[in-house]
C-alpha cells in the first residue's frame, strides 16, 4: 500500500520557520496534485497550500505571504517552506496528494507547535 510520510515538524517560537518535507512510499504516475491539510484541536481539518502537476499553487489566506508550498509531483514529492509562524499555526499536518482518477493518499500527519 502506498503512504504519503512526512517530516519536519517540532515546536519553534512564534517568528521562526519550520520547513516540512512528504515523499510516497513508492511512485504514483499519475499524480496530478499534492498539498498540504492542517487540524488543530477541536478544529475540522482545513486546506493549507496544494501545487499541482502543471506547477499552480494554492493558499489558504492565513498563511498567504508567509508559507511557501513548492515541490516535483511527478516525482510524488512536495514542502512546505513555514516563515513567521504564529501560535495559530499549531496543529498537525497532513500531507496529501489525488492522482487522475480522483484516488486520494494521505499522510499519518505531523505536529507542529509554535510557541508564543
Known amino acids: 500500500q502506498v503512504q504519503l510520510v512526512e517530516s519536519g515538524g517540532g515546536l519553534v517560537q512564534a517568528g521562526g520557520s519550520l520547513r516540512l518535507s512528504c515523499a510516497a512510499s513508492?511512485?504514483?504516475?499519475?499524480?496530478?496534485?499534492m498539498g498540504w491539510y492542517r487540524q488543530a484541536p477541536g478544529s475540522q481539518r482545513e486546506l493549507v497550500a496544494h501545487?499541482?502537476?502543471?506547477?499552480?499553487?494554492n493558499y489558504a489566506e492565513p498563511v498567504k505571504g508567509r508559507f511557501t508550498i513548492s515541490g516535483d509531483i511527478a516525482k510524488n514529492m512536495v514542502y512546505l517552506q513555514m516563515n513567521s509562524l504564529k501560535p495559530e499555526d499549531t496543529a498537525v499536518y497532513y500531507c496529501y496528494g489525488r492522482n487522475d482518477y480522483s484516488y486520494e493518499y494521505w499522510g499519518q500527519g505531523t505536529q507542529v507547535t509554535v510557541s508564543s
Open positions: 513508492r511512485n504514483i504516475f499519475s499524480m496530478n496534485v
Open positions: 501545487i499541482t502537476r502543471g506547477g499552480t499553487t
